[in-house]
């Protein structure tokens, strides 16, 4: 990894405060076709321009593929009757339970690849501004195209040379809403090491810092470690928003899709629709559909820059990515802000009552 400048305290400081006053300018950095969080949090993010200013909107590659060895392996555990090996915790046993009541067996699944993951991600961005009725004309720019390969590889693409233009212009620093795998925002980094003081990265994946557990299991993490890792070692600003035990509070049900989604709107009808025609209920074999919740998590992300007070957070030191991917402690870190809780409820009735807004 390159030699970052280290930010003074006092600027660190001001980028790590909470966003008060007039709109942020924001990109967002998002996996947007991977399931079905993104695109509400896309939606809410354009329909708050009291809050936010969406200079653009960026795709980022993503794959379940590195799924299919571990549920192939877990498979073959569950048939010799080894149901309790470490290799099936974090639901890969529920998953291959739910696979074989159906019929099927983990070799059956299959997986787009992380550049198909971003051109339909690309696809997926431009349809939330259809559904608005909002242009897109040089606002929507394709990503990478795959992960990085190596600490130091820079995976070239549209969405990191727009990172590193608007990083470059304005006044006030930009925002990032990371909503994905971070291999744009790192490779931006890496090739235009200076803007590390005009950007702050707001992105939510795994645990808590202070959790002991493995960050394995999160999606946005796993797909690139390099990247990830370069997010908390560069010393960028950083608003770290667990996925688990904090954004994993973000649910909504079917019968308030019904109540407060359908109806309002193009964008409203098309919320409703992913809700009822999510692409992972197939995936991980899913069941009694109607019933049960599902996380929009990524809407933390818009929730803590329209209101912090909605996403509690506190300072607190960086911490290191081992190579087993568990957090590791050193006092002599570089500060983040780190979010410890939701106000799940203040969050939603927001979200509904732009939604209401715009339908009228």
Known sequence: MPEFKKLTAELMDERLALPTGDPVRLLIDTDTANEIDDQ???????????????????????????????????????????????????????????????????????????????????????????????????????GAPRYMTQPEDIVASDAVDTIIDLAKSGDAPLYIAAMGCVTNIASALLKAPEIIDRIVV????????????????????????????????????????????????????????????????????YLHHLYTHNPLHDMFAITNREQRTWVIWD??????????????????KSPILDDDLYWQHDEGRHMMREAHDVQRDEIFLDFYAKLAAAAT
């Open 40 to 142: 509400y949090a896309l939606a809410w993010a354009l329909l708050s321009p009291e809050k936010m200013t969406v200079e653009a909107i960026t795709a980022e590659p993503f794959s379940f593929a590195h799924h299919q060895p571990e549920l192939l392996k877990a498979e073959r555990a569950i048939e010799e009757g080894s149901r309790h090996k470490e290799h099936l915790v974090g639901g890969f046993q529920g998953w291959i339970d739910r696979l074989h009541a159906q019929g099927r067996r983990a070799a059956d699944l299959s997986f787009v690849g992380p550049a198909e993951g971003m051109e339909l991600s690309y696809a997926e961005i431009l349809k939330i501004y259809d559904k608005l009725g909002m242009p897109s004309d040089g606002k929507v720019f394709r």
């Open 202 to 269: 707001i992105w939510t994946s795994a645990y808590p810092s202070s959790s002991p557990h493995c960050c394995r299991p999160s999606l946005n993490l796993v797909q690139d470690v390099h990247a990830s890792r370069l997010i908390f070692d560069s010393g960028v600003p950083h608003i770290y928003l667990p996925g688990y035990h904090v954004g994993a509070q973000l649910k909504i049900s079917r019968p308030e899709m019904e109540a407060f989604v359908k109806g309002k709107g193009a964008i409203g009808d």
């Open 299 to 316: 809407i933390i992300n818009i929730a803590w820059l329209i209101n912090p007070a909605w996403v509690p957070t506190f300072l607190t």
